[in-house]
Structure formats: structure tokens, C-alpha cells
């Protein structure tokens, strides 16, 4: 089982960068699939989740507006696309799977107990 974050950087305030979450060795379409962060000193927090099918998302106050979950189920990728950066989003960012019984986003996902979890991508925003 192999969950892959990728595409961090440095990027100035104000500027978008396209994270992928990589997935194999499990039936990704059994999954909903959220994207965290942590950001030194700070705990761990929920940035946006996608249900199965991508056809629904939930997001942290904090981006939306900003930010947008979208999947891929044949190529086994979720994508987080960040627009309008701002310095208080650097972070490590961070891709893990959740197991759900149906096609949605649990209402208080972030405090699910994820099945599998990815190494981060580190993102940082100048100001």
C-alpha cells in the first residue's frame, strides 16, 4: 500500500501550485481520500476531502474558495489545487485514504481515523 504526495514547492503569496496524491496497492475506489497539514509547531489539520465517485468535497473554513479536491479513479490520484496562496498555508502537506460504506464525505472526516497515509510534500509561501 503506497499513498504518494507530490508537487510542494516554494511559490509566492498569492500564486497556486497542483498537489497529486499517488495511490496503489489497495482498491482506491473503496476510499475517500483527504488531504492534511502541518505546519511547524501547529497540529495536524484537515485541509479538504473527496468522496468516492468525486462528486462531493468538504473543505476547512480556511480555503475555501481557494482550494479544490478533484480525483481521478483511473489513474489512482487525487489532486489539491491551491489558488490565492497565502503564507499561512506552508505547511507539510499530506494525503491519506478512508474506508467508507458509501459514496460520501463523512461529516467530520478529519477526525476519522484514516486507513493509510502518505509521506507529505512540503509547501512554502513567501510573503
Known amino acids: 500500500v503506497q499513498l504518494q504526495a507530490s508537487g510542494g514547492g516554494l511559490v509566492q503569496a498569492g500564486g497556486s501550485l497542483r498537489l497529486s496524491c499517488a495511490a496503489s496497492?489497495?482498491?482506491?475506489?473503496?476510499?475517500?481520500i483527504g488531504w492534511f497539514r502541518q505546519a511547524p509547531g501547529k497540529k495536524r489539520e484537515g485541509v479538504g476531502c473527496?468522496?468516492?465517485?468525486?462528486?462531493?468535497?468538504s473543505y476547512v473554513d480556511s480555503v475555501k474558495g481557494r482550494f479544490t479536491v478533484s480525483r481521478d479513479n483511473a489513474r489512482n490520484t487525487v489532486y489539491l489545487q491551491m489558488n490565492n496562496l497565502k503564507p499561512e498555508d506552508t505547511a507539510v502537506y499530506s494525503c491519506?485514504?478512508?474506508?467508507?460504506?458509501?459514496?460520501?464525505?463523512?461529516?467530520?472526516?478529519?477526525?476519522?481515523?484514516?486507513?493509510?497515509w502518505g509521506k507529505g510534500t512540503q509547501v512554502t509561501v513567501s510573503s
Open positions: 491519506a485514504a478512508l474506508l467508507v460504506a458509501g459514496d460520501y464525505v463523512p461529516i467530520t472526516w478529519e477526525t476519522y481515523g484514516m486507513d493509510y
Open positions: 496497492g489497495f482498491r482506491f475506489d473503496y476510499y475517500a
Open positions: 473527496i468522496n468516492v465517485s468525486g462528486s462531493k468535497t
